[in-house]
């Protein structure tokens, strides 16, 4: 979705490799391998001002991205060898608002219909570890964080939701999601506001909780990828 970042991954590169990132025909980043230099181009129109990072490892990340980035990503990575890889990027333009009151559940959303094609899925909150699904492990960590959300959070291991029962208001603020796999990242922040009831007593458990703005940003699912000798094509799809 609008706002999220999106890293695109390559493979490890050989020594020596010139990696050229193309988005349609025009060249927006590229690296030598050999004096790990990256640079970077803004694009047709600016678009990409301030918004591409390349890596020394020679994955490309785009931050706060737009409909306007909507399209074909290729990287060729030169060596002994020539291999291309090729992104197709979607970019949904909405913006998801969740309304709830102190005492209903709050559930944090990942997009994603089937989260198998991810490695990792991680929430956290302000910067602080949640949950983690890491394959078929799930995990809460024991933290500072776990004491303030203690015995109140579940998560869905199918689609990774991660719901927070009995919201009080202090558990208002910034939610963030890392979805990655080998081919790509894809980031998140959900901003959450819980109002204060106006009658005291209001039921608890009320699903669809009390959260007020979502900056957030990726249905992203892993739709396709070919391999072969020659190239390899990635579908990711973010609403």
Same mark, same amino acid.
């Given at each position: ?56 490892? &020679?994955? %490309? !990340? =785009?931050?706060?991205? +737009?409909?306007?980035?909507? $399209?074909? /990503? ?5 060596? *002994? ?78 689609? &990774?939701? %991660? !719901? =927070?029962?009995?919201? +009080?208001?202090?558990?208002? $603020?910034? /939610? ?5 796999? *080998? ?57």
């Amino acid at each position: 979705m609008v706002g999220d970042s999106i890293t695109l991954h390559v493979t490890e590169i050989p020594r020596g490799s010139n990696i050229i990132w193309k988005f349609g025909d025009e060249i927006i980043a590229r690296m030598n391998e050999a004096d790990r230099n990256p640079s970077t181009n803004e694009g047709p129109g600016a678009i990409f001002k301030d918004r591409l990072k390349l890596d020394e490892t &020679g994955s %490309l !990340t =785009i931050t706060n991205i +737009r409909t306007e980035h909507n $399209g074909h /990503y290729s990287v060729d990575i030169r060596s *002994t060898n020539a291999e291309l890889k090729t992104f197709q990027v979607t970019v949904h333009d909405e913006m998801k608002i969740v309304s709830v009151k102190e005492g209903e559940s709050v559930t944090l959303r990942t997009g994603a219909v089937d989260i198998q094609a991810f490695d990792l899925i991680l929430w956290e909150y302000e910067d602080h570890p949640m949950a983690k699904i890491d394959r078929t492990l799930h995990q809460l960590p024991k933290n500072s964080v776990s004491s303030r959300f203690a015995g109140r959070l579940s998560q869905n291991e199918n689609n &990774g939701y %991660l !719901t =927070i029962s009995d919201s +009080r208001s202090t558990d208002s $603020g910034d /939610y963030h999601l890392n979805m990655n796999n *080998t081919a790509f990242t894809l980031q998140r922040t959900i901003r959450v506001t819980v109002k204060a009831s106006p009658q005291s007593g209001a039921p608890s458990g009320i699903c669809g909780a009390g959260v007020g703005l979502v900056v957030w940003v990726v249905t992203a699912f892993f739709a396709a990828r070919f391999v072969d000798n020659r190239g390899k094509g990635v579908s990711v799809n973010i609403k």
